[in-house]
Nanobody, 119 residues
Framework: VQLQACGGGLVQAGGSLRLSCAVS??????????MGWYRQAQGKQRELVAT???????NYSDSVKGRFTISRDDAKNTVYLQMNSLKPEDTAVYYC????????????WGQGTQVTVSS
């Protein structure tokens, strides 16, 4: 199983980035599977940023609601995170994750991609 995340980088506050996570080795569009994006800032706990279910239902943490958009392309087995109006506090390593087929636990993880937002 591989979750290959990319798209991170250095951006000024107010800018945008789009993260991608290509998934292989599992049934990406399994009915119960949920895809998610987490982030972990230095010295802080990992935080769930956004999730998306097979039917496209998305949920966001309050800290990113209205600025970030999660989406998926089942034809490409890829999940995206469009990040707009970035703030310095969004600086973190971002990880994509795939749940088990019941949607209860994230069991597969990508390697992480660094996002740095300068003020």
């Amino acid at each position: 199983v591989q979750l290959q995340a990319c798209g991170g980088g250095l951006v000024q506050a107010g800018g945008s980035l789009r993260l991608s996570c290509a998934v292989s080795g599992i049934i990406f569009n399994n009915r119960g599977r949920i895809m998610g994006w987490y982030r972990q800032a230095q010295g802080k706990q990992r935080e769930l940023v956004a999730t998306i279910s097979r039917d496209g239902t998305a949920n966001y943490s309050d800290s990113v609601k209205g600025r970030f958009t999660i989406s998926r392309d089942d034809a490409k087995n890829t999940v995206y995170l469009q990040m707009n109006s970035l703030k310095p506090e969004d600086t973190a390593v971002y990880y994509c994750a795939a749940s088990d087929t019941r949607g209860s636990t994230y069991v597969f993880w990508g390697q992480g991609t660094q996002v740095t937002v300068s003020s």
